[in-house]
């Protein structure tokens, strides 16, 4: 019985974080849709972490549906090639909050519309590790000292390290592709 209680209160313990992420009042999709700059990341994620010395900036684009669903386009870059992946999120009944089949969750922490956005993301897969991750993104590829300070709260705020966060080197294959 000793050996289950770490495990359990590791548990509950990532439930009360994820319970207590801020999500962006009155958050409008409409708003918040089209180009950003993937320009930093923190993450617990296995693949993050062994890939955080290889990546680089990226773009994601954001299209509201009907539904009030999004898509979600990004590209990761690799070498002089960009490999698109869209992701199909589902609104919940909480607006600025996302899900993909109930094993991934969005967060749009904050927002100004215009310049930067705070994305908050817990995935948890049967017989896999749980993550979690938060990005900065931008609607121009800087990052401020004031955005990266912010930043820096936010994961913190949710349990990651700073040896978990990586200021992405900037690139622009994944702009060209996706944008153009």
């Known amino acids: 019985m000793a050996l289950l209680l770490p495990p359990l209160f590791l548990l509950l313990w990532a439930f009360a974080a994820q319970a ?8 409008d999709l409409e708003k918040f849709a089209g180009s950003w700059h993937l320009m930093a990341g923190a993450s617990d994620c296995p693949i993050f972490q062994s890939m955080k010395n290889l990546m680089t900036t990226s773009v994601a684009i954001i299209r509201p549906l009907p539904n009030g669903d999004m898509t979600f386009l990004t590209g990761y870059p690799l070498q ?5 992946i869209e992701i199909h999120f589902k609104k919940t009944e909480q607006p600025g909050r996302f899900v993909i089949d109930g094993k991934q969750e969005m967060r749009v922490m904050e927002t100004d519309y215009s310049e930067v956005a705070y994305l908050y993301t817990f995935k948890e897969s049967e017989g896999e590790p749980s993550s979690t991750t938060v990005q900065v993104l931008t609607r121009n590829p800087e990052l401020t000292p004031e955005i990266l300070e912010k930043f820096k709260a936010y994961y913190h705020s949710v349990g990651l390290s700073d040896d978990m966060m990586a200021i992405l080197p900037k690139s622009d294959v994944c702009f060209r592709a996706l944008s153009g």
């Open 20 to 27: 207590d992420v801020t999500i962006q009042p009155d958050f």
């Open 80 to 84: 002089e090639e960009c490999k698109p």
